[in-house]
């Protein structure tokens, strides 16, 4: 059952600013390098968990149909799906019809179920690969640019802001990162300390839990304060830095995605 990604993420779930917060580390001759670091990390937090941190799009691949009305998908949370495309025995390519099928986002991992009185497709499917699911997957990410003036933020383009966000919800304006206060309205928040007076910052904000924000933290400040391998012993044994990731493999793993009768181990 191969999983694809289509489309990578194009922002990482915690923010070059968040990084320099919790490291208090101003070098910006670094930045390159933390965002590498930042991308390192947010790859090997997906592998441990199956999870998806940020907005993706995947492919699932299967053989064919299940047994049952359900299918359990990878690389949650879902978002949506696109497609469900299936291919006959002389490779010719069909499309699930959406009303058949009913999309579940609020389960954790989401699901595919079929909708009352439908069944599976029941052409003859090619030998290998004959279901082809497309889907978007990973937290909702913010990012646009900002007007601000003192601790009133007012939206400018790109994304708008979310109105469930919470009091201290993490904001992060020309990298540097804030405490929201309240927001008014999906073009106007408060912050609880000043911005000054910036015209068309830009901003980034995610709904990344703050479990796996906090193991990213870890995962970063460790890759940057030891850059080299390790060399423990009198034999001279080398060991990744990486490895020692006891804490944030414990923040992460709380999230760790079940599905199916297997861990999501992709």
């Known amino acids: 059952m191969p999983i694809k990604i289509i489309t990578p993420p194009t922002t990482e779930p915690v923010t070059l600013g968040e990084i320099k917060a919790h490291t208090n580390w101003p070098v910006d001759e670094d930045d390159p390098l933390l965002n590498l670091y930042i991308s390192a990390a947010r790859a090997y937090a997906e592998k441990l968990t199956g999870g998806a941190f940020v907005t993706q799009t995947v492919e699932y691949v299967l053989d064919s149909w299940p047994s049952g009305d359900v299918i359990h998908l990878p690389k949650p949370p879902l978002q949506s799906v696109t497609s469900i495309k299936y291919y006959g025995a002389d490779g010719t390519e069909y499309t699930m019809d959406p009303t058949d099928y009913i999309v579940d986002t609020d389960s954790f991992p989401g699901r595919i179920s079929l909708a009352y009185g439908k069944t599976w497709p029941s052409i003859t499917l090619q030998p290998v690969n004959g279901i082809r699911i497309r889907f978007a997957a990973g937290h909702p990410v913010y990012a646009g640019t900002v007007d601000t003036n003192g601790t009133a933020v007012t939206w400018k383009t790109g994304d708008k802001f979310n109105v469930n966000w919470p009091a201290s919800y993490s904001i992060t304006i020309n990298n540097t990162l804030y405490s929201v206060a309240s927001v008014t309205s999906t073009e106007a928040l408060t912050l609880q300390k000043t911005a000054g007076e910036q015209e068309g910052a830009a901003y980034m904000a995610s709904d990344v839990p703050l479990n796996i924000k906090q193991a990213l933290f870890l995962l970063v ?46």
Request: charged share 15%; hydrophobic share 45%; glycine share 6%.
């Open 221 to 266: 400040a460790l890759q940057y304060a030891v850059r080299e391998p390790i060399i423990i012993g009198r034999a001279g044994n080398m060991v990744n830095p990486l490895i020692n990731t006891a804490s944030a493999d414990v923040l992460l793993t709380q999230d760790r995605a079940f599905w199916g009768e297997h861990w999501n181990d992709n």
